[in-house]
Structure formats: structure tokens, C-alpha cells
């Protein structure tokens, strides 16, 4: 149980059934659970004077975790105060209950802090004094290997866009290889006498609404991936559709999202981790690319960037708060994909 | 710019469909999900509208914000289920759609919280709700069907103005800690000319570049604070810790000012140790503040700037090239020790002439 962060079977079945995760208790009621997970072996040709292949599961690591203390609840999040709070307070809804918990904690137990009574987690380092072991540490069936996953075991993640007529571009992403990644969806010029009416206007921004001619594209990372199949004019209004598909799924978990062209829109999706890291990265990147666009009003190291960053920002802050959520109530966060659309919206005048 | 019809960015929206994560009780007991939930809801929902907030500096709309800003108004907020609906939902003052929308919810069992009247923020009007699902979940709602928050003013219209001088002049004051807040005016004086936003209403932001020509970094607004400082965690004079935010530093010259003033209150405080160490037990408001600015505009990784020659402060003789030590760490000095020299030499002449006095500034009298 310990390395999913829960101290109960009960527990860890809740995590992984709410993740889509097979699993199954050995025994009726409790003790073990079989769970089908993927791993990977490495040929380590330095083990000792035993070459030979190892298996690497990142995920069975063992964590100390202190619960917290009863303190940690006695005051509950109230909802109707915090709609009452006056525009200007900027407290987030945990900062709200928190600064509530302090007041109470001044009471109840002086000199005691929040933090004293939140639940910690730290992982227990394992180390191998003999090298690295020849089996993964937890009980493992194995049933098959393979050198590549199927993409029906992989959670994959489709992106279209869809005008009057139906699909205009469609592609189809692997997650880990858009995790953190710039996603966007632009409208760039149709045709080169597009390209040359933008350039002769002075920017995107400048050219004429009614003349100009543009065509939806998907993007990763600044180059198109999927370009649409037939011109649009700036206005008109398209789905972006978002299909999220579990490993071992026959049917995605569909969001759309209703954008028009000559916006710029930006993808964020988010499964686990800190991604504070990446963003401040992003940053210098998106700073340099404003030194250097020709149009930073539209193009994708700048806008698309913006966008994208923007997205993901918002979902880092929804795991960090809930993190502390979860730290307040002897909780672990079970988290699947994220979604969230940013867009930067037009007029026409 | 032609003729005919024309297009430009008119807002920015976050449309988020899918905030996918749960909570879990370690023990297993999982009866007090609902509550958790509700107030996962209520964070994703005020985040959309804190989102545009700081990175654009406009106000946004969001279901939690138009809560609140519905009893900050005084507009009644009503809870409607089955029991009440047939008394209450005849007495909403909003917009078919959201009507229809509402009435629906309730009639299959949901519980919604909703302003009795439409609300207004800027150029935004419409409504906000939270759908109530009987299984505890909730969708929080604001008109045209997004699940997120809009910003709610045209981007040219927006009310990114400088403050006025007599605002600003406060703020100084007021941020000063136990210094003369004369020496923030001459700071902010020589780093941004007490400008907050350029002439289009976009924060003042200048570039650092490395010998290549490539942004290092961005110093921003009236205290022109390095954008390195995000994140980070800085003291305010009264002892209060405050992590720093880089797009509020952008958009809210009032933080500017805050978050500049206590970092080159810290700069003072060093600079104060500092010179007493070179034997001055009480250095004059000028000596602090140009080596404190020495330190503010270039960091603590420089080799000592100012030395006291004959009793008056004196810049280090250093040519670039020159080698110095700094934690156990052989540095050599670059051409930008010798600008920051200067600079504080600047700074020390704003400060003895008051010269902000006389001088164009970005406040409005």
C-alpha cells in the first residue's frame, strides 16, 4: 500500500480503480493487491562481472509518511465566508482555511502552526549495497514482454478541429510526448497571397477581416502537425475536440471546446508532478522569442507560448492547492489528465 | 491599416473541461469526499479568474468571482432545488438561456447557487452558477456554457494607468521600513522614472541581455524588480514573508512597489553592515543608499563597490579583468560591476538633488 501513499487495501483500491487501473485483491477483503502495470528492464553490462537485464519501476518506491494530527480538521472549509470574502482579499480557498486553522490553532494550541499538523510525505531512499537487485521488489507475475507497447496500451490524446463541414485536421499524440509540451491551435495565412496580404498590412492583426483567408492548424512546439483541409474566414467558428484515450479503452473521453478563426488557442494538459520547472523555462524561451518575432502578436514561440504556458500555470496551481488540501486531510491526490483550453479571443469591427 | 473590416485580440478565456484528481483518505474511510470536493471546486473556479488577473492585469470573471462579487453588491444569492424552485426561479432577473439552463438542472435533481440578478463586471454581463450534482459533484458555470473564466474588458480599454504621483509618494512612505523614503523615490527615480506602464498600458518591462545579445532576464515596473525574483520569498520590513509573483509585479504597481521596497530595504540593512564594517558607525542617507543601490542593481555577486577615501565614499578602482573572491569563488570583474558603480553614483546624485522634484515622471499629478 505504501507506495501509492495510502495505509489501507481499501485505500489503495480507491486510487486505482478511480485511475481505470486493474486491480484485484488476492484474498477477499484485503491484503494483497494484483495490479497489471508495465515496466521496463535495462541491460546493464556493468553489474558486476554478471551483465545482465534489470527491471526499473520508478513507481515502487517506499514513502514515511506522517499522518496528521486531528488539529489538522477541526476547522472546516466554509464555503458561504469565502464567497463573502471582499474582492480585494487574495486568498485562495486553502489559504482561506488556513489562515481559519491558524486563528483556531492560536487557541487551542498556542504556538502551534498549520504546518505542524499537516500530513507529510517524504520518500525513503533504498539503497543497494550489493547493486542493483535482479527482480523488481515487489511480487511480479510476469505474463508477456514486448519491445514496443501497442498504442492501444498507451493513453493517447487526439486533437481536431471541426468547422461547418465536419474535421478539417486531426492528429493523434502519444502523452508522454506532449507532456509539458507548447499545444496550440492557430489560424496561420491559407495560401501565400495571405501570407503576402498579412505581411502587406503590417502584422495578422492588421490585415483586412474580410479578405483574408486562413486555415486551422495544430501545433506542437512551434511546427504544424495537422493542417486543415479547406480555408476559413476569420470568424468562423470551429469545435476543438480533445479525445482522451485510457490504455485498453475502445472509446475516448470526448471535451469540446467552441474557438473561432484568427484566435490563438492554447493546449494544456497535465498528469502528475511539479511542473514549476518547465514554466519558468518556458519563460526565458518565450522572453527571448518576443525579442525576436517579426509578429509577436501571432506566432507560436510567442502567442502560442503565452497560451500554453498560461494553461499549464492553471493546472499547477489546482495540484499545488490541492496538494495542500490533501496534506490538511490525511489524503493522497490520485490524479488522471487535466484538460484546459486558454484562448486568445478576436473581434471584428 | 485598410479599409473594411478589421479584426484584433479582444479578451482571453480558459475553457477547463477536464480538472481530473481525486482525494483519498489514507485509512480508506472515504465519507468525507464531498467536502473535499467542494472545495477542490471552488479553487479550479477562483484560479480561472487569478489566472488573467495576473498575467493580464484585467479583472475576470470566473463562478466564484461573480459570487463574490454578487455579495460584495448586494445581490441576493439563492440556493434552488425542487423544494424552492417553483417560489424562486420565477423571480431570477437573468437571461433566457441561463433560465432554461438552470431550470433543466434543477428538474433532474441538482441543486444550483446562483445571483438572483444578472451581474456586471466592466464590459461583462451575464450570470454565474454552481450546478450542485446529488453524487456531490458540481460544475461551476458562467454564461455562454464555458467552465472558466474570461478576462471582462477590452484590451485597449484596459485600466492599466500609472498612479498618481501623491499615490505613489504614499506608497514610498509607506514601504520605507526604518530608512528615509527618499532614498526609494531616488531609486525608483533611477530604475523606471516612477513608471509602472509604458503609453500602451503594458507594464514597463526592460530586457537584460548577456554578451551574445540573448534575454537573460526582465526587470519590471516602478522598482524595475528582476524577474529572477519570482518565486523566491522576501522579507517586508515589518517581518512578513511574501513569496513573490512576477506577473502581479507586472500589473499591480502598488505590489511593484512593496515587493521593490523590501528588497532594497534588505540592501539597505547589508549596506548599513557594510559600512559599518568600514568603521562608520552612522553612514548619511547618501553613503547607504549608493552602496545599497550598488547591491540592488547588480546583485550580491560582485566584488565591494565603495570604499572611504579621506572619508568621503568612493567607488573601488577595478579594471575589467581584475579577479576577486566571493564564497570561496574566484570571479573576474566584468564590465557590468563598473556600469553598477556608476549606476549607484546616479542614484547618489538623484538622492542628494531631490532631483525627481523637477524631473518628467511616469505618475500622473
Given at each position: ?349 | ?99 432554461q439552463n438552470v431550470q433543466n438542472e434543477v428538474n433532474a435533481g441538482d441543486t444550483v447557487i446562483i445571483p438572483r440578478d444578472t451581474i456586471v463586471m466592466n464590459q461583462w454581463v451575464g450570470s454565474v452558477w454552481i450546478d450542485q ?233
Amino acid at each position: 500500500m505504501n507506495w501509492l501513499q495510502v495505509d489501507s487495501p481499501t485505500a489503495a483500491m480507491n486510487v486505482l480503480q478511480w485511475q481505470g487501473i486493474p486491480a484485484q485483491f488476492v484474498k477477499g477483503g484485503g491484503g494483497s493487491l494484483l495490479v497489471d502495470r508495465v515496466w521496463v528492464e535495462a541491460f546493464v553490462d556493468g553489474h558486476g562481472s554478471n551483465p545482465r537485464w534489470v527491471p526499473m519501476d520508478p513507481a515502487f518506491k517506499q514513502y514515511q509518511i506522517t499522518p496528521a494530527s486531528s488539529l489538522a480538521t477541526a476547522v472546516a472549509f466554509d464555503q458561504n465566508a469565502f464567497l463573502n470574502l471582499p474582492l480585494t482579499d487574495p486568498r485562495t480557498p486553502y489559504e482561506f482555511l488556513a489562515s481559519n486553522l491558524q486563528s483556531f490553532l492560536n487557541t487551542a494550541a498556542p504556538g502551534t502552526a498549520v504546518a505542524d499538523v499537516v500530513r507529510g510525505s517524504s520518500i525513503v531512499p533504498t539503497v543497494f549495497s550489493k547493486g542493483l537487485p535482479g527482480r523488481i521488489e515487489n511480487r511480479a507475475r510476469h505474463r508477456s514482454e514486448a519491445s514496443q507497447l501497442t498504442d492501444g496500451q498507451r493513453y493517447l490524446v487526439g486533437v481536431s478541429t471541426v468547422d461547418a463541414q465536419g474535421v478539417s485536421a486531426q492528429t493523434t499524440f502519444r502523452l508522454p510526448e506532449i507532456y509539458s509540451q507548447r499545444v496550440t491551435v492557430s489560424f496561420p495565412p491559407a495560401s501565400s497571397a495571405d501570407q503576402a496580404l498579412i505581411q502587406s498590412s503590417g502584422g495578422y492583426y492588421n490585415a483586412p477581416a474580410d479578405q483574408l483567408h486562413v486555415v486551422a492548424s495544430i501545433n506542437l512546439s512551434g511546427g504544424s502537425v495537422a493542417t486543415g483541409s479547406r480555408p476559413a474566414s476569420i470568424g468562423d467558428g470551429h469545435y476543438v475536440v480533445v479525445d482522451l484515450f485510457f490504455p485498453g479503452a475502445t472509446q475516448p473521453t470526448t471535451l469540446y471546446h467552441t474557438v473561432f478563426a484568427g484566435g490563438y488557442y492554447g493546449l494544456g494538459l497535465d498528469v502528475q508532478g511539479d511542473l514549476s520547472e518547465e514554466i519558468s523555462a518556458r519563460k526565458q524561451a518565450y522572453l527571448q522569442a518576443l525579442n525576436t518575432s517579426t509578429d509577436p502578436t501571432y506566432d507560436d514561440a510567442t502567442t502560442g507560448d503565452f497560451m500554453s504556458t498560461t494553461a499549464l500555470v492553471y493546472l499547477n496551481n489546482i495540484q499545488a492547492e490541492r496538494l495542500n488540501i490533501s496534506a490538511l486531510s490525511s489524503t493522497s491526490q490520485a490524479m488522471d489528465v487535466s484538460e484546459a483550453l486558454t484562448m486568445k479571443n478576436i473581434v471584428i469591427e | 491599416m485598410n479599409g473594411g473590416w478589421h479584426f484584433r485580440p479582444y479578451g482571453w478565456t480558459i475553457d477547463a473541461k477536464r480538472v481530473a484528481s481525486n482525494l483519498f483518505a489514507d485509512n480508506g474511510d472515504d465519507s468525507h469526499q464531498n467536502q473535499w470536493l467542494q472545495m477542490d471546486g471552488v479553487s479550479s473556479s477562483f484560479y480561472e479568474s487569478r489566472l488573467w488577473d495576473r498575467y493580464t492585469g484585467i479583472q475576470s470573471i470566473s463562478t466564484i468571482r461573480g459570487l463574490q462579487l454578487a455579495n460584495a453588491n448586494g445581490i441576493p444569492v439563492y440556493q434552488i432545488d425542487q423544494t424552492n424552485a417553483a417560489a424562486l426561479l420565477s423571480t431570477l432577473n437573468v437571461f433566457p438561456d441561463v433560465l432554461q439552463n438552470v431550470q433543466n438542472e434543477v428538474n433532474a435533481g441538482d441543486t444550483v447557487i446562483i445571483p438572483r440578478d444578472t451581474i456586471v463586471m466592466n464590459q461583462w454581463v451575464g450570470s454565474v452558477w454552481i450546478d450542485q450534482l446529488p453524487d456531490g459533484s458540481a460544475g461551476y458555470l458562467i454564461e455562454g456554457g464555458l467552465f472558466g473564466g474570461s478576462t471582462t474588458q477590452d484590451p485597449k480599454d484596459r485600466q492599466n494607468t500609472n498612479p498618481s504621483c501623491s499615490d505613489l509618494n504614499a506608497a514610498f512612505d509607506s514601504q520605507s521600513g526604518n530608512f528615509d523614503s527618499d532614498i526609494n523615490r531616488a531609486v525608483a527615480m533611477r530604475e523606471s522614472g516612477w513608471t509602472q506602464f509604458d503609453g500602451d498600458g503594458d507594464p514597463l518591462i526592460s530586457q537584460n541581455k548577456n554578451k551574445s545579445g540573448q534575454v537573460t532576464s526582465a526587470d519590471i515596473g516602478i522598482m524595475q524588480v528582476n524577474d529572477n525574483n519570482d518565486g523566491q520569498t522576501v522579507t517586508l520590513p515589518d517581518g512578513t514573508h511574501v513569496v513573490i509573483d512576477q506577473q502581479r509585479l507586472a500589473n499591480d504597481w502598488q505590489y511593484n512597489v512593496q515587493i521593490g521596497s523590501a528588497i532594497l530595504n534588505n540592501d539597505l540593512v547589508a549596506a548599513q553592515r557594510y559600512l559599518q564594517g568600514l568603521g562608520v558607525s552612522s553612514p548619511s542617507n547618501s553613503d547607504l543608499a549608493t552602496v545599497a543601490y550598488y547591491m540592488y542593481n547588480h546583485g550580491s555577486n560582485v566584488p565591494p563597490g565603495f570604499d572611504y577615501e579621506n572619508g568621503v565614499l568612493t567607488p573601488i578602482s577595478y579594471e575589467v579583468g581584475d579577479t576577486f573572491t566571493n564564497n570561496g569563488k574566484t570571479r573576474t570583474v566584468t564590465q557590468g560591476v563598473l556600469d553598477g558603480q556608476q549606476n549607484a553614483l546616479a542614484v547618489q546624485n538623484i538622492l542628494n538633488n531631490q532631483s525627481w522634484l523637477n524631473a518628467t515622471k511616469g505618475c500622473h499629478p
